[in-house]
């Protein structure tokens, strides 16, 4: 990771939600909107992107830990946007804080912790796990 990761750096994210961002993609016998388990992935999204750039040669990020709340519901077809900001840097441990919105309301908030991995050591690590299986 580059000295330039510091706590207060920012990034923003737009989808357009779809028929595949369904809840009922999840459970039929619930409304046909933008699922909590998407929203979840478009927080992590958002983080991991903001940590991109800053990252070195072979490092990438896991998500460890996610607090979250869900508050508005959102039409399916209708844009989101997420909100990062990194705000403490605590060795390779990252934690952010994510605001998400409609086009109309805030639908959501969340503390999101991430890991910075050296990816060769992770996925060999994942591989010995896997011939275990």
């Known amino acids: ?3 330039a990761l510091k706590a207060g750096i920012t ?3 737009e989808r357009e939600t779809d028929e595949e961002m369904s809840a009922q993609k999840v459970f039929p016998h619930v409304p046909n909107v933008y ?4 929203m979840v992935g478009h927080m992590e999204e958002v983080c991991a992107e903001l940590v991109l750039p800053y990252l070195g040669e072979g490092e990438q990020t896991v998500g ?3 607090s979250f709340t869900h508050t ?11 909100s990062a900001k990194l705000v403490e840097v605590d060795g390779r441990k990252l934690t952010f804080e994510v605001e998400g919105f409609d086009e109309v309301d805030k639908i959501g908030e969340s ?3 991430r890991f910075i991995i050296n990816a060769e050591k992770f996925n060999s690590s994942v591989a010995k796990k896997a011939a275990k299986a």
């Not at 699922?35 to 998407?38: E, G």
């Not at 508005?72 to 997420?82: E, H, N, Q, S």
């Open 64 to 66: 460890i830990g996610m």
């Open 11 to 13: 990034h923003e994210m």
């Open 35 to 38: 699922a909590t388990r998407v």
């Open 72 to 82: 508005a519901a959102t039409p399916l077809g209708m844009k989101v946007r997420y």
């Open 111 to 113: 503390t999101h912790q």
């Open 1 to 3: 990771m580059t000295e």
